[in-house]
């Protein structure tokens, strides 16, 4: 097999959408020699900022000289993205080889009425790659909430951490941050270690309360410690209990991403981990995840960032004030239908000169027509172009008329098209 034929085969599985349980990906696993239990780790979920404290996380880790595996999604560009090893992804042979290896018992499966889904395919794919590689450390996003997400099949993380919450999904996992959070805090195991940035009360609640009833030690970030020294739309300097830290990715949420990930710090010393403080500050200046106020261009200023629900955009507002204050922005725009995209359009209300409405490659997307009638609500110039190319030309040539800036926003599909068009020069 091949991986275009490895490919093809994922791809079929995407029909079976999201369906929350344990049992089929458990039933997979143990099928494959479960591979899942031949690796440690520490296991992230939250609404927004996971991905970003994964990938701290893991640099600091491979900078102490750890063999570190990394699973996150979506992927931006590359469906290997998703999974890696020490910043290497995993090599498209080895997609195939697992591929045809394991695909036999998702056939049998899908035949007896027990579908493996799209997303629990790649998670067996990663467990399976970083047993392969022996890895000492694997830092587990989870796809979709937490207490049923195909990942939570691991028993005993070193931590489990819990980053910003908020309304995301809400169809699959509850109208109230507090049920959200419930959700979330189902990675928490027993007697472990829980690590959280503190939020609003009822889910404070939550996480707190899932700690303490299975006995876990609870690391939890001092915002009254945090100060940011300087800060600008290529990154920030901040210090968190007295010691001063560089970080490359922008925006005060990314501040406070980071100080979740150096309280994860303090379970994996206590776990044997060796983390000296050079590779503490060399792993969060090198930290680097794409679409996350990544600028693509500096002439004119070009910002792609995957900011998709109330919270995402609330901080991507924050940061445009701050950041491009008195710069006419042009905006290019999709989103998907499942999420609150009013509550997520009132965040940056009126901040754009212009939003060219596009259409994204997936089956969830929200129609052109259908967000354009959102959009209208707030801001006064909104056009819909289906030809993303010709969005971006449009935005560039705009923003180069007024020493303006370009800004993609509202799915991270969304940044990983256009992604693709920059880098590959097809626009």
Sequence with gaps: MDFNTAMDKISTLFKFGSMPGLDRIQKLLNRMGNPERKSRYIHIAGTNGKGSVCTMLAQILRESGYKTGLFTSPYIIDFCDRISVNGETIPKDEVAEIVEKIF??????????????EFE??????????????????????????????????????????????????????????????????????????????????????????????????????????????????????????????????????????????????PLKNAGFNIPSSAVLLGLKNAFIPARLEVLSRDPLFILDGGHNPAGLESLSRAVKSFL?????????????????????????????????????????????????????????????????????RALSAARQCDGAVLVCGSLYLASEIRKMVIYRNI
């Design 121 to 266: 395919c790649v998670t067996a794919i990663g467990f399976e790659y970083f047993a392969r590689c022996g890895c000492d450390i694997v830092v587990l996003e989870t796809g979709l909430g937490g207490r049923f997400d195909s990942t939570n099949v691991i028993t005993s993380p070193i931590a489990s951490v819990i980053t910003s919450i908020s309304l995301d999904h809400t169809a699959v996992l509850g109208d109230t941050v507090a049920q959200i959070a419930r959700e979330k805090a189902g990675i928490i195991k027993k007697d472990c270690a829980a690590v959280f940035y503190p939020q609003e009360d009822e889910v404070n609640d939550v996480i707190v309360g899932s700690a303490k009833a299975l006995d876990n030690a609870l690391y939890t970030v001092a915002p009254e410690q945090i100060k940011i020294i300087s800060e600008s739309i290529y990154g920030s300097v901040f210090e968190y209990k007295g010691v001063r830290y560089e970080l490359s990715l922008a925006g005060e949420h990314q501040v406070k991403n980071a100080c979740t990930a150096l309280e994860a710090l303090s």
């Design 325 to 393: 204050g008195g710069k006419k922005i042009f905006c290019i725009m999709s989103m998907l239908k499942d999420k609150a995209i009013d509550e997520a359009m009132a965040h940056i209300s009126g901040l754009f000169e212009k939003v060219y409405i596009v259409e994204i490659d997936n089956p969830r997307r929200l129609g052109a027509e259908d967000l354009k009638k959102i959009a209208d609500k707030y801001f006064d110039d909104v056009e819909i172009c289906l030809d993303k190319s010709e969005a971006v030309r």
């Design 104 to 117: 036999p018992i998702i056939e049998e499966m899908n035949a007896a009425g027990e579908p493996i889904t």
